[in-house]
T-cell receptor
Framework: QKEVEQNSGPLSVPEGAIASLNCTYS??????FFWYRQYSGKSPELIMS????GDKEDGRFTAQLNKASQYVSLLIRDSQPSDSATYLC????????????FGTGTRLTIIP | EPEVTQTPSHQVTQMGQEVILRCVPI?????FYWYRQILGQKVEFLVSFYNNEISEKSEIFDDQFSVERPDGSNFTLKIRSTKLEDSAMYFC??????????????FGQGTRLTVV
């Protein structure tokens, strides 16, 4: 069973601080990694994608991937109350296998 | 900005009835998906569809489920005889490629299915 693990939280971070979200995955052959944001009752919204080891930055968001440790993270700088949501880590396991395997999500609350 | 659209946003049906959930994927995308999320649980893959056929399906996607692309724009999920446990949010998604750069999947706003 290919698993994606996340700490369910809740994670509380003061406004303006850095929020750090972590995810581990079990399938060493995984190729593609994504972070989605999901507000309560809404659909997953793509925040970041990352495909190779290292860091990828997009505005206030930085995704980090370490394939050797089977670990992917998301940093949110200058956290805003609107960042309060559940963050879903998702993985595509093998090349040519296009389905996303999701973690349970980490609930993030930004405290004003 | 192009988006995936789903109808209806909410569907209530009696157990044993058939339901059809509809989706219009992003126009130049080639891969189409259905996922579901039972309240309080993780998003689960149901089925992927490419080149007018199912490319992969999960254990959840049994004979009660079917998908169809009846024309050039719509993508539908049919549940033949609904059960109480089919109550969930159903999300349609589409992507340009299967994986790699450009393989990002974009989700519709979802259909909340309630089986009573």
């Amino acid at each position: 069973q290919k698993e994606v693990e996340q700490n369910s939280g809740p994670l509380s971070v003061p406004e303006g601080a850095i929020a750090s979200l972590n995810c581990t995955y079990s399938d060493r052959g995984s190729q593609s990694f994504f972070w989605y944001r999901q507000y309560s009752g809404k659909s997953p919204e793509l925040i970041m994608s990352i495909y190779s080891n290292g860091d990828k930055e997009d505005g206030r968001f930085t995704a980090q991937l370490n394939k050797a440790s089977q670990y992917v993270s998301l940093l949110i700088r200058d956290s805003q109350p609107s960042d309060s949501a559940t963050y879903l880590c998702a993985v595509i396991s093998n090349f040519g296998n296009e389905k996303l395997t999701f973690g349970t999500g980490t609930r993030l609350t930004i405290i004003p | 900005e192009p988006e995936v659209t789903q109808t209806p946003s909410h569907q209530v049906t009696q157990m044993g009835q058939e339901v059809i959930l509809r989706c219009v994927p992003i126009s130049n995308h080639l891969y189409f998906y259905w996922y579901r999320q039972i309240l309080g649980q993780k998003v689960e893959f149901l089925v992927s569809f490419y080149n007018n056929e199912i490319s992969e399906k999960s254990e959840i996607f049994d004979d009660q489920f079917s998908v169809e692309r009846p024309d050039g724009s719509n993508f539908t999920l049919k549940i033949r005889s609904t059960k109480l446990e089919d109550s969930a949010m159903y999300f349609c998604a589409s992507s340009n490629y299967a994986t790699g750069e450009g393989g990002e999947a974009f989700f519709g706003q979802g259909t909340r299915l309630t089986v009573v």
